[in-house]
């Protein structure tokens, strides 16, 4: 399988129709720790594009520089939309507001209730528009945060392991959800996960970041209710899961440091 492939690389697609674009995105903590290391990243309008790696890899400070936060050193060139929610482990429910209006909170226009009603039925919640969040399960918390995002319709949404908090059943539900909503409404995502199932069964690409830079971009051409059934889906996984695991670019070049040094010099430096 190419390290370069998918829609990002593909010859007929225009880069600058993307909906996001990131040209030689460098972010620094210190002259000699690199975060981000000139990035490029090209991503369609309505794609769902998981970004997977180790602890580390700089995953989340993409995600940072994305939506215009963080405050370490760096250059590059960022696009995205005008329009950008986020959706992390936490749901951002108004605690003290039931729960139609904490997800009509914020909206704009004069059928803020009919939009933030039609999103709550369309995650399963309209029943519950009138309790509180406290009163609602775990599972219906984070459902009810969908429907906070789709309500305000996004062309961007920038997911930080939103679902890393629910056990693997409910994760496996909210995350089809999410995939329905996207194809719905066809919003570009970023999805930033440590579950390699999660990142397989719902994007359409999955990029693979190694000490700042993109190492894997590969499509997903996998749908259905089990896509794991699928030959397909242990291959990509297994691979996946095997390009994660291997030595890094820095851990490689750090024993070959300590390999030319000697042990002798190695037992100081790690004493």
Do not use: C, N
Request: no cysteine; aromatic share 4%.
């Amino acid at each position: 399988m190419s390290r370069r492939e998918g829609p990002t690389y593909d010859p007929v697609y225009d880069p600058a129709a993307s909906a996001v674009r990131v040209r030689g995105l460098r972010r620094r903590l210190a002259a000699d720790a690199g975060v981000l290391d000139g990035i490029d990243l090209d991503i369609r309008p309505g794609e769902l594009v998981a970004v997977v790696g180790r602890r580390g890899s700089g995953r989340r400070t993409l995600l940072r520089a994305l939506a215009g936060e963080g405050s370490v050193a760096g250059s590059g060139h960022v696009r995205v939309p005008d329009t950008v929610e986020h959706l992390g482990a936490t749901p951002r429910l108004l605690t003290w507001k039931r729960v139609l209006d904490s997800v009509a909170s914020g909206l704009v226009g004069h059928d803020t209730g009919l939009r933030a009603r039609r999103a709550l039925a369309a995650v399963g919640l309209a029943e519950r528009a009138d309790d509180f969040p406290g009163d609602l399960s775990p599972v219906d918390r984070h459902r009810a945060d969908l429907a906070r995002v789709f309500a305000r319709r996004p062309e961007l949404l920038l997911a930080d392991a939103p679902f890393a908090p629910l056990d693997p059943v409910s994760r496996i539900a909210v995350g089809r959800q999410l995939r329905a909503l996207v194809d719905e409404h066809a919003p570009t995502v970023v999805l930033v996960t440590d579950d390699i199932h999660e990142a397989i069964t719902l994007a359409d690409r999955v990029v693979l970041l190694d000490d700042g830079a993109v190492h894997l971009d590969v499509p997903v051409f996998l749908r259905g209710r089990r896509p794991q059934a699928e030959p397909e889906y242990a291959a990509l996984r297994d691979y996946l899961l095997a390009e994660i695991a291997r030595p890094s670019t820095r851990d490689e070049a750090a024993g070959a440091r300590v390999t030319a040094r000697g042990p002798a010099t190695a037992r100081r430096d790690t004493a």
